[in-house]
């Protein structure tokens, strides 16, 4: 049964640390999207990547946040300083183009 | 920024009722799907319409499509209390020229038994 899987479930971290949340897109999608979900916000879009290629990341506060995908298996979504206001549900999702999206569980971080 | 709107925020319905949600977008898409997401869990892949369509059923949802209106509708027939979520409608604005994926604000749906 193919899934996306994030790491870790759950982060809490205190403000100024670096965080790196980790996602295992399925096998064989080229897309891989990065979103932030609060409350206040919703869904938003900071990053999605084409065979590994990042395609557009306006929606990702430049000055902290970056996005890689350093092979077709892992994509990385990292914060560095992290801050309050970063605390949030992130997900990552694959699929192929204009077809479904594939959503992992989620990395619930926490910053205090 | 967000492509769309969720139209009601919420919607409480008893068991059996139909439940209708709507969704408005600003700009013209390849296609809209419509989402779901169970409370603390990712958000699954309901149905996607392209388009040129203007109608799509699977099971118990039935999707509509108003391009020119920039619209779409999700009617859930005969809910059930583990239709309980919320619910989200996603574009794919063409003018990005690839599959870009822009979620709504979503409509949280209560069924009650």
């Known amino acids: 049964d193919a899934r996306v899987t994030q790491t870790p479930r759950h982060k809490v971290t205190e403000m100024g640390q670096e965080v790196t949340m980790r996602c295992q897109p399925i096998?064989?999608?080229?897309?891989v999207f990065w979103y932030r979900q609060t409350m206040m916000q919703g869904l938003e879009l900071l990053a999605y990547?084409?065979?590994?290629?990042?395609?557009?990341d306006s929606g990702m506060p430049k000055d902290r946040f970056s996005a890689e995908m350093p092979d077709a298996t892992l994509a990385t979504l990292k914060i560095q300083p992290s801050e309050p206001r970063d605390s949030a549900v992130y997900f990552c999702?694959?699929?192929?183009?204009?077809?479904?999206?594939?959503f992992g569980q989620g990395t619930r971080l926490t910053v205090v | 920024s967000q492509q769309g709107e969720e139209d009601p925020q919420a919607l409480s319905i008893q068991e059996g009722e139909n439940a209708t949600m709507n969704c408005s977008y600003k700009t013209s898409i390849n296609n809209l799907q419509w989402y779901r997401q169970n409370s603390g869990r990712g958000l699954v892949h309901l149905i996607l319409i392209r388009s040129n369509e203007r109608e799509k059923h699977s099971g118990r949802l039935r999707v509509t499509l108003d391009t020119s209106k920039k619209s779409s509708s999700l009617l859930i027939t005969a809910s059930r209390a583990a239709d309980t979520a919320s619910y989200f409608c996603a574009t794919d604005p063409i003018e990005t020229g690839f599959q870009k994926l822009v979620f709504g604000t979503g409509t949280r749906l209560l069924v009650s038994p």
């Open positions: 096998l064989g999608h080229n897309t």
């Open positions: 990547f084409r065979n590994r290629a990042p395609l557009d």
């Open positions: 999702a694959s699929g192929s183009y204009s077809a479904e999206a594939f």
